[in-house]
């Protein structure tokens, strides 16, 4: 960001939810089967089809404000009017000027508090398939449309303008996905498109009113949304200081270009003509169904980040790697480490690089791993061998002794290992000269010949004690 | 032949419901080319129907209260297989994978659906002129139209095709063309039957019902299927009413409010077959009074705003991509402008716009915005007119059947046919038109009863003892 310039940054977040049958009908919600074989008259809008309500789907919303700290209040369904082929009725159904979530907020680790304005249900639609041109509509040659994700149900989370960096977006988008995990109502997957992120961005001087905003779509991972909103920021400063203005527009993320074009402008947007759907009756929680979930829900990533932050200490507490472990429901194991006499340091580090984003804990259990940071603490397994291991782990499971055992990585006896540094030393004689004279740091480099000779199955302190009685 | 009459014969094994659908059949056959009423005739449907329910009487079994009778649907009511198509030319050729809830519970009944009758394109109109399939002909006076939306319906029944037929009910689509064919037609509070499988026109004032020669049938027929649906979020909660247990309670010691705004304007046999209708009830033991509410004069505009309004929506869906017309064009966009211009008529194209408008940015609050408001103050002012009388009386049609042709080119008169029905639909109420009097040229009159929610018990009572004063008359 260039300097005298400040970003404004305001998410849109939808989730899918997790329930068994879509939002109005009984067909199934799952993604991946083959295309419109998860349909019938209602999400189809035959003719006649009338919706009705998931009650499932409106307790997992529920659940998604309380963990938000919104308001839970009665509301009512609008129609958001627009034709495109992959809705099947040529209208939404959404919420509209009464949401059934409004006003929470969600706390960041880098103490950022982000307004929550909403929290509404609406349906999903359908997905198309563009063949020939850019594989958008616009030029396409011929248009396929799957309805199995038309009426899956959705709940869409809007942030105030409070985000103000790349960075930070990321870092909302993030923990707001590990809160979603966390309630039950979604499984986060940016990648299926199960959680999907537009960003309106907008650039002003610090202290001005907000500048005119882009809302920036098509953002399929973190990654994506923090490299368009950067670029954004850029391509409006840029505007800016030439002397031209920002129009109000939709832009679209083009990921591998690096950067955003225009989709379309206001002055093309669509008037929704929004009014209240007639086939549905208002949506009044009713205080024993607010109180269950309420009562449901588990610790969020906030309660579990400060209940970690306790017992490691302030030493240990840095921000990307807790983050890491936070969202990737990763305290546990983390926990379970520490209270088992590990190092604190060696078990997040195990746990955010080893199961963090990429994969996550997947088949892993919580003994397997305090067993596997035991070993390698114990010298009975080489750091490279414990994330080997844990990688293992998390593909198929298993217990650590079977594991480990299958890598055939049993711990080097003390003759070997003798050997081998004999034959290292002998081959660096200079480097050993000046080791012996008192340059400790050249350990480092025959722990490291030694590594490469073992193929990692050296124990670096083991080494370091070999050396030492050799000096 | 009576509706509780075949199925009392075809249940005692004494008229085999081939029987009863060969006749309709042969009825359809003899007058349809002339009156255009049914779109589609499901004569291989409805006979095998009924060599079934033949099989189920012989097997012992008690097939329903309706079993063997033939029946008309609207073409706006789904039955699986069956084609449906609105009056309209952007579905031709579809056929609904599904049965409406009303459809199945016919079916339930005993009932046999021989065929879709024609209505107005999408139930917009008051005379079934809109159909893109022809007019129908009223079959009391052939140069005269039927009354709309339901006329197809109303005419099978008029012309002796079937004893029944559901229609529904927007802005008066069952009660209009029942007076103007000289029948019984019931719209029944809004939510009592199910709107599941019923196309829709506008979702918040359109209520499924029958039409009838006598107030027997017709209440015979709502009791079937009536009743709460699953499927339907705003069905009532309730279960179907009995009706046929009060078909003789009669009016002794009822309040009935005569309303001024519900024959205003309307010919003077019009004015005068409602009042004789007052005196019948009076002469049953009601207590009449006459009474104003001038909120009602509000409805027309407030119902050509909402009405319309969802209608834009409802009639989105219609775009070429998944199912009926579709006009090839170069894009998507293109294809949609081509097939909704090639499918719809002029009347929905023009409540199409007419609901675009009262709903778009900047416009809402003027139009449809305040059309719910009015809507509102309707609902209190009929409040405070059900503190003061149990059941309301006014005429059903300003006019009797008018000539075919005579209303086409100015639609402000075509939709005044429509304005002593159309306060019930925005209140969301009951109200039955039972025949009564005789117009300038001596076609049928209805007068209309209304109540409440859920006054269909009292509302058939009270037409009954107008039916008996009818024939007494």
Known sequence: MRDGWEMVIGLEVHTELLTASKLFCGCANAFGAEPNTQVCPVCLGLPGSLPVLNERAVELAVAIGLALHCTVAPSTFHRKNYFYPDMPKDFQISQYDLPINAGGYLDLSDGTRVTIERAHLEEDTGKSTHLGGTGRLHDAERSLVDYNRAGVPLVEIVSGPDIRSPEQARRYAAELRAVLVATGASDGRMEEGSMRVDANVSVRRPGEPLGTRCEIKNLNSLRSLQRAVAYEADRQVALLEDGGRVRQETRHWDDGLGQTSTMRVKEE??????????????????????????????????ERRAALTALLGDAEATGDV??????????????????????????????????????????????????????ESAGRLSATQAKTVLGDLARAGGTADDAIAARGFVPMSSEALGAVVATVIGEHPGEWSRYVAGEDKLAQFFIGHVMKATHGQANGQAVVAELETRR | MNALEIAADVRAGELSAVAAVDDALEAIARRNEELNVFV???????????????????????????????????????????????????????????SATAVERLLGAGAIPVGKTNMDEFAMGSSTETSAYGPTRNPVAPDRVPGGSSGGSAAAVAAAMVPVALGSDTGGSIRQPAALCGLVGIKPTYGLVSRYGLVAFASSLDQIGPLARTVAEAATCLEVIAGHDPRDSTSLPEPAPDLRGHLDDGVAGRRVGLIRELVEGADPEVVAATRAAADALSAAGARVIELSIPELRLGLSAYYLIAPAEASSNLARYDGVRYGLRVDADDVTAMNVATRTAGFGAEVKRRIMLGTYALSAGYYDAYYGQALKVRTVMIEAFARAYEQVDTLLGATAPTEAFALGAKVADPMAMYLSDVFTIPTNLSGHAAISVPFGRGATGLPLGVQLLGPARSETRLVSAAAVLEAGREEA
């Open chain 1, 322 to 375: 807790l983050d890491t472990v936070i969202q990737g429901g990763l305290d546990a194991f983390v926990r379970a480490a520490i209270e088992e006499g590990i190092d604190a340091g060696l078990a997040l580090a195990r746990a955010a690089n080893e199961l963090g984003d990429a994969q996550g804990a997947g088949r892993l259990d919580v003994p397997a791993f305090v067993e596997v940071l035991a070993r």
């Open chain 2, 40 to 98: 589609h005739v499901d004569r291989e449907g409805a006979r095998a129907r009924a060599a079934e329910i033949d099989e189920r009487v012989a097997r012992g079994e008690d097939p329903g209260p309706l079993a063997g009778v033939p029946v008309g649907l609207k073409d706006n009511l789904c039955q699986t297989g069956v084609p449906t198509t609105c009056g309209s030319r952007i579905l031709a050729g579809w056929r609904p994978p599904y």
């Open chain 1, 269 to 302: 947007a669509e008037d929704y003509r929004y009014f209240r759907e007639p086939d549905l009756t208002e949506l009044v929680p009713s205080e024993a169904m607010v109180a269950r979930v309420r009562a449901a829900l588990g610790p969020m990533p906030a």
